[in-house]
C-alpha cells in the first residue's frame, strides 16, 4: 500500500492511470455482462435506475467539492494547509450526503413513484439510499490522492472498489436475482474500499502535513464555494442528461428496451477510459504549472492534450463500432442484439464527452467552472425534446441520436466559451476535436480517412507537428530510461 504513495512523470501516471481504468471498465463491463444476463432486461433495467439515481443524488450532495481538489491542493501544499482544506471539505461533503440518506430512508415510497412512477420498489431506493454516503466518501478518496498527484493510490481506489463490486454483486444477484441485491453489493464494495485508503491517506497528510502550528482562513468555505458551485450544477445536469435517455425509453417504450439501450451505454463508456485517465492525470499537472506563473506552457501543453487525444480515440473508436456487434452477441446475447444499431451514436457523444472534459480543463485553470453548466443548461432541453421527437419513431437508435447530437451543440458552446475567456484555439485543434464525427460514415470511408489521419500525424505538420513529435518522443524516451533504471 505505501509503494502507492509515489508520484511520477507525466507518461507514467497517464499510463498507470489509463492501465487501472481500462481494468475498471472491463470488469465493469464484465459486471454489466453478467448482471444483464443474471437479472433479465427488465430487472437490469430497474436497477440501471437505481443507479442512476445514486450518482445523481451525490451530485447533489457533494456540492461540487471533489472537483477542487486538483486545482487547489498544489495551493493549499504551499501555504501548508493541506489537513486544513481536505478536513473542512469533507465535513461538509460528508454531512450532507448522510442528511439526503436519512430523508430517502425516511421516505422511500415517494422516492420510488418518483423514480419508477410506482411506489413498490421502496426497497430498492432503501439500499440506493445507503449507497450515497459511501460514494461520497469515495468519490472524495480518489480526487484526493489525484490532486496530490498520486495517481497510482488514487487508480487504485477506484479500481478495487470496482472489482469488490463485482464480486459481490455476482454473488448477490443470483442469491436475490433483484435489483436491490446488485445495489446492495454496491455499498458494501464502497465500504470495503474505504476502509483500505481512508488510514493511508490519514497517514500521507500527516507526514506531508506535520500541523505544527494551527491552520486558519476565513471565510473558507464560500472562497472553496464559489469556485464548485458551478461544479454542483454540472453533475446533477450531467446525470440528468444520461438520465433522460433511460427514463424516456422507460415511459414510452419497454424497461426491456432501457436495459439494451443501457448495455449499449456499458460497452461505449470502456472508451472513456483513455480520455479520463489523460484528464485525470493531466489537470493537476497543469494546475501546478498555472500556479507556478508559466501559463503559456500549461496551454501549450493543454493544446497538445486535446489533439493526441482526438486522434488516439476516434481511431480507437472506430476499433468499437466494427467489433461491436459480434462482441454484443458473444457477451450478452441475442436478446441484447439491437444494441448494435446504437453503438455508432454513442462512440461518438462519449469521444465528445472526452473533448468537453479537455477544454474544461482551461475554464478550471482561469477559475470560470460556469462553462460546462452553460453548456448543459443549453444541451439539455434539447435532448429532452430529441428523445420524444425520436424515440417513438426509432427506439433506441432515436434514444442515442438524440443524445449526440444534444452533445455536438454542448461541445460548441464550451468550445465557443471557451476561446472568449482568451483559451488560443489551433485551426488543427478544432478540426481534431471533430474527427469523432468520421464514425458515423459507412466503415471503408472511415478506414480510408482514419487511416489518412494517421499517417499525416506521424509524418506531417497538419495535426501534430515536428515539435509536437519532439516533445512526445523525449517523454516517452524519459520514460523508458527510468523504466529500464527501475529494473536494474
Known amino acids: 500500500m505505501e509503494k502507492l504513495l509515489r508520484q511520477d512523470r507525466i507518461s507514467t501516471s497517464v499510463g498507470l492511470v489509463l492501465g487501472f481504468l481500462i481494468g475498471q471498465k472491463v470488469v465493469a463491463f464484465a459486471r454489466g455482462i453478467v448482471f444483464a444476463r443474471i437479472l433479465g432486461s ?65 421516505f422511500p415510497s415517494f422516492f420510488s413513484r418518483l423514480i419508477y412512477g410506482d411506489a413498490s420498489f421502496d426497497r430498492v431506493m432503501m439500499v440506493a439510499a445507503v449507497c450515497i454516503p459511501g460514494l461520497v466518501i469515495l468519490t472524495n478518496l480518489f480526487t484526493t490522492f489525484s490532486g496530490l498527484k498520486l495517481f497510482r493510490a488514487g487508480a487504485a481506489v477506484q479500481f478495487s472498489q470496482v472489482v469488490i463490486f463485482a464480486g459481490l454483486g455476482t454473488a448477490l444477484a443470483v442469491i436475490s436475482g433483484s435489483a436491490a441485491g446488485a445495489l446492495l453489493a454496491y455499498a458494501l464494495s464502497m465500504l470495503v474500499a474505504v476502509g483500505l485508503f481512508l488510514p493511508l491517506l490519514i497517514r500521507y497528510l500527516q507526514v506531508e502535513d506535520p500541523g505544527g502550528k494551527p491552520f486558519e482562513e476565513r471565510e473558507f468555505y464560500r472562497k472553496l464555494l464559489r469556485f464548485t458551485i458551478w461544479f454542483t450544477v454540472t453533475p446533477i445536469l450531467v446525470q440528468i442528461f444520461h438520465y433522460v435517455d433511460r427514463l424516456s425509453l422507460q415511459r414510452l417504450m419497454t424497461a426491456s428496451d432501457q436495459g439494451i439501450y443501457s448495455a449499449a451505454v456499458n460497452l461505449c463508456a470502456t472508451i472513456s477510459a483513455v480520455g479520463l485517465a489523460v484528464n485525470n492525470v493531466v489537470f493537476p499537472h497543469l494546475s501546478t504549472t498555472w500556479e507556478e506563473g508559466r501559463r503559456d506552457r500549461a496551454l501549450d501543453n493543454l493544446d497538445l492534450t486535446i489533439r493526441v487525444t482526438a486522434v488516439g480515440l476516434a481511431v480507437t473508436g472506430f476499433v468499437l463500432v466494427l467489433l461491436g456487434r459480434p462482441l454484443i452477441l458473444s457477451l450478452l446475447g441475442a436478446e441484447y442484439s439491437s444494441a448494435a444499431d446504437v453503438l455508432p451514436y454513442l462512440v461518438v457523444f462519449y469521444l465528445m464527452t472526452v473533448s468537453v472534459w479537455l477544454f474544461g480543463v482551461f475554464a478550471s485553470l482561469v477559475e470560470k467552472t460556469y462553462v460546462s453548466t452553460v453548456g448543459l443548461a443549453i444541451a439539455l432541453p434539447v435532448n429532452i425534446g430529441l428523445n420524444l421527437l425520436l424515440i417513438p419513431r426509432l427506439g433506441i437508435v432515436g434514444a442515442g441520436l438524440a443524445t449526440m447530437l444534444s452533445y455536438a451543440m454542448l461541445w460548441f458552446v464550451v468550445v465557443g466559451i471557451c476561446v472568449r475567456l482568451g483559451m488560443p484555439l489551433r485551426r488543427k485543434t478544432l478540426v481534431a476535436s471533430l474527427f469523432p464525427f468520421l464514425l458515423l460514415l459507412p466503415k471503408i470511408p472511415a478506414a480510408v480517412i482514419l487511416g489518412g489521419v494517421v499517417v499525416a500525424s506521424l509524418v506531417t505538420d497538419w495535426i501534430i507537428d515536428r515539435r509536437d513529435r519532439e516533445r512526445i518522443g523525449g517523454e516517452l524516451a524519459a520514460l523508458l530510461r527510468l523504466k529500464r533504471k527501475r529494473s536494474s
Open 42 to 106: 427488465a430487472e437490469y433495467g430497474i436497477y440501471t435506475l437505481g443507479f442512476f439515481f445514486v450518482l445523481i443524488t451525490v451530485a447533489i450532495t457533494s456540492l461540487g467539492i471533489p472537483s477542487a481538489f486538483g486545482r487547489f491542493a498544489p495551493r493549499y501544499r504551499a501555504k501548508g494547509g493541506l489537513k486544513f482544506f481536505f478536513r473542512k471539505s469533507y465535513v461538509l461533503n460528508i454531512s450532507i450526503s448522510v442528511a439526503a440518506a436519512v430523508i430517502i430512508l425516511l
